[in-house]
């Protein structure tokens, strides 16, 4: 290079920081030039570069403007290992602290890390907010040239006129049902109502056409339908400006995924079962001349209840596990192994998020890198692709929970009534918190929004595919793999959003 071109190529490095409010030390702009002329004269690589310069300058959050030649070096070798990284499979597990979360305020949305903030909070005004969030988030999303939604506030301007109000289904203090919104909240009658298809509960939020009475403080309700959201991919452009559409491109250039790209995903795998383990032990034998990029193993993963002895047992059968693992890992080394626990696992907890499994039990597999402990529920990304995965028998607990289902469901139609509610209320747990905990905090991890590539419910209901549309994306349930007369998993193609039932009949084990 001259030295006319390389003194116009310091000036737009020069450029490029001063407009960010960051400035190169004289070793500094000098490393970074010559680190730029090995790539070439190629402009829109140089501007790469300096992108994802700026992009971990930030993330590490350096005070100061002056950039110099340390700082310089350790952040281009970051970039450098990014870049190494993008050529391989991309992987990446993240935790509760990791999970970027939604905060919906007067129909604005902010995204941040969630960490636990919550300080002196009181448990009440924590559940209040989840619940204000769930609303918001509802709210915002609706289609409003739909349907005309009246505040609850407004009703007593409407007595005896037909009204539509968007509010959450809760339960009054008498016993009888209210519809509340942000303004207030007004008595139910629903005797005489229609319910459009869908699982209604408390808590969920709903759309409510009725009569509102003479007096203003009862509302005759004729229908209760779900609420109108707008299609996936209009209301994620239009609440955070393509942010994430474009994130993913620029993800997609360095990992695109191969058609032939697979999870094996597997629940209720019981480890303590001399039945299961030999189930096991041959799919991985007929899995390992084509290994899969993941598997996914959900709890529970020990068929005895917690009792005295349990632990021992626990270990027994995670320590057989490992040393299945161990005897295929030249055949895995490039498969990674994710353990979601359910809340039956140790330790006991019953309230959600659930951490991984106790470290005593990761110490069993602490010979393999490829073995990861996943808390429930978890994120993981691979490659383009963001799949949430949640270990809870989430079905059952909807349908008992429900306080009008329709008469006419089959076992057969209850995936799509589940998959149609879950995705409306934007919201994989949307019960109350005192019917299945959640941390109230920790309440916008279980929000749909922004929609991941793929819902995976492991639940013990029959294993089901409700494939994507406008509404939703693609929701599964491998259902039990331990459970019923065949070893059941699903296989899923995350490139090709395509998966497939599968099942390990003991017969062919011979």
């Avoid at 968007?166 to 009658?189: I, Y």
Wanted: include cysteine; hydrophobic fraction near 40%.
């Amino acid at each position: 290079m001259d030295s006319t071109a390389a003194a116009e190529l310091r000036r737009r490095i020069k450029k490029f920081f001063s407009a960010r409010s960051f400035y190169l030390g004289e070793q500094a702009l000098g490393y970074l030039a010559d680190q730029l002329t090995s790539l070439g004269g190629d402009r829109k690589q140089h501007q790469k570069v300096m992108k994802r310069v700026m992009q971990l300058v930030e993330q590490k959050g350096v005070e100061s403007e002056l950039l110099d030649l340390v700082c310089l070096k350790a952040i281009l070798h970051e970039v450098n290992r990014q870049k190494k990284n993008e050529s391989e499979t991309l992987f990446k597990l993240e935790n509760v602290v990791e999970w970027r979360r939604s905060i919906v305020e007067d129909r604005r949305r902010t995204s941040h890390h969630l960490v636990d903030s919550v300080g002196q909070s009181p448990w009440d005004k924590l559940s209040f907010d989840a619940y204000r969030q769930r609303f918001e988030l509802i709210r915002m999303l609706v289609v409003q040239d739909v349907k005309h939604f009246d505040p609850i506030d407004s009703l007593l301007a409407h007595r005896g006129s037909k009204v539509c109000i968007l509010a959450q289904l809760f339960r009054g203090t008498d016993g009888h049902f209210v519809a509340e919104d942000l303004s207030g909240c007004v008595r139910l009658h629903l005797g005489a109502s229609t319910y459009e298809d869908g699982l209604y509960f408390e808590g969920g939020t709903y759309v409510f056409d009725g009569i509102c009475s003479p007096d203003g403080n009862r509302l005759d309700v004729d229908q209760v339908t779900l609420p109108p959201v707008k299609q996936l991919s209009l209301c994620e452009a239009a609440v955070d400006g393509g942010e994430r559409c474009a994130m993913r491109a620029e993800l997609g250039r360095g990992s695109r995924g191969d058609p032939n790209d697979r999870i094996v995903l597997m629940s209720d795998v019981y480890l303590d079962d001399d039945r299961v383990m030999k189930a096991l032990y041959h799919l991985l034998q007929g899995f390992s001349s084509s290994p899969p990029n993941i598997f996914v193993f959900c709890g529970r993963f020990i068929s005895i209840q917690r009792a005295h002895g349990y632990m021992d047992q626990a270990a027994i059968a995670f320590r057989h596990f490992a040393n299945i693992l161990s005897e295929f890992s030249d055949k895995y080394c490039n498969t990674e192994f994710v353990l979601v626990p359910s809340a039956d696992d140790a330790p006991p907890l019953q309230i959600f998020p659930r951490p991984s499994l106790l470290p005593v039990l990761q110490k069993c597999f602490k010979d393999a890198k490829n073995v990861h402990f996943a808390p429930n529920p978890c994120k993981l990304i691979f490659k383009d692709r963001h799949i949430v995965i949640y270990r809870d028998d989430m079905v059952e607990k909807l349908c008992r929970s429900a306080v009008f289902m329709p008469k006419n469901a089959k076992p057969s139609s209850i995936p799509k009534l589940f998959c149609d509610t879950i995705w409306a209320q934007r919201h994989f747990s949307p019960l109350p918190l005192f019917t299945n905990p959640i941390q109230p905090h920790f309440d916008p991890l279980f929000q749909l929004f922004p929609a991941p590539d793929a819902l995976v419910i492991a639940d013990r209901f029959n294993a089901f595919v409700e494939s994507a549309n406008d509404q939703r994306q693609l929701t599964l349930n491998p259902g039990p793999f331990s459970l019923g007369t065949h070893f059941e998993f699903q296989v899923y193609y995350p490139t090709l959003q395509r998966v497939e039932h599968s099942a390990y009949h003991e017969e062919n084990s011979s």
